[in-house]
Structure formats: C-alpha cells, structure tokens
C-alpha cells in the first residue's frame, strides 16, 4: 500500500491559546492492517482518523489538560492504582485486544498488559518523589 500521508497544521484551539502551531502527519485514506504473526494472514484493517477526528481529539485533550493540570499527585496516582486494577481484571480481554490490533501472540499480549499495570503502580508509588514541581514547570531530576 503507497504511504499517502499529508501534513497539516493543528489549529491554535487544539494546541492552547498563545501556543505554536504545528506540523502533523495526518494518513490519508490508509487503513492500518493488522497480520497474524504465526500465519501471515491479514486479521482486520482499522481507517485512520480523518483530520476533522484527530482536532476533535485535540481538542479534548486541551479542554482536559486545563482541568487535570490542578490536580495533586496524590489525584493523579489514585487514578493509576485504579488503572492497574482494570488493566489486571481485564488482562484476558485486552490482551486478545492487542493481538487483533497489533498481531501480537496472546502470551506476549498478557505480559504486555501485567508490564501496564505494573508500570502504572510504580508510578502512582514514585511519581511525586520522581519529579519536581515549580510554578508551571516540571522537569525529571
């Protein structure tokens, strides 16, 4: 299949007020192919997002961005202990999920979801101590 990807700018309501523009790949019309590894038979296709789609997206993640950025450490790693929860009570299901999706074998899928769940605990465990916070800054020590 030809790569018929474009660019495109992001508009300045999907990046925040006052910040800059920039690039995209948008995929054109391109179906994203998934193949079982073990037969190399083609599983399922999934469409793209259109651009419309992808700004919507954006968007979204601004108007949330604005409403999580005040929220504490101890919010933030509450909602990743409650991730790993789903991540392990669902790991059966989401693990067939990244098998469709990915074309990864069932056993590599389910360690990839434990490795989710651990990585959320680890740092909703490590998070504040790993980090700090000055103003609007925040880097990695």
């Keep these: 299949m030809a790569d018929r990807r474009t660019t495109s700018n992001v508009t300045d ?4 007020p006052g910040l800059p523009r920039i690039g995209v790949w948008v995929a054109a019309a391109m179906a994203i192919a998934t193949t079982n590894p073990a037969t190399g038979e083609a599983v399922r296709e999934f ?8 700004e919507e997206k954006l968007q ?12 504490t450490f101890e ?4 909602w990743l202990r409650r ?3 789903i991540f392990d009570e669902d790991n059966g299901r989401l693990a067939q999920l990244a098998t469709l999706e990915m074309g ?3 056993v590599a899928a389910r360690v990839e979801v434990t490795k989710c769940a ?11 101590e790993s980090w700090q916070v000055n103003a609007k800054t925040i880097w990695v020590q």
Aim: with cysteine; net charge negative; glycine share 8%.
């Design 13 to 16: 309501a999907a990046v925040g």
């Design 47 to 54: 469409d793209t997002l259109t651009e419309a789609q992808l």
């Design 60 to 71: 979204r993640s601004w108007e949330a961005f604005g409403t999580y950025r005040d929220t």
């Design 75 to 78: 919010q933030r790693a509450g």
């Design 83 to 85: 991730a790993a929860d």
């Design 104 to 106: 990864k074998t069932l």
């Design 118 to 128: 651990d990585g959320c605990r680890w740092y909703a465990d490590h998070a504040a």
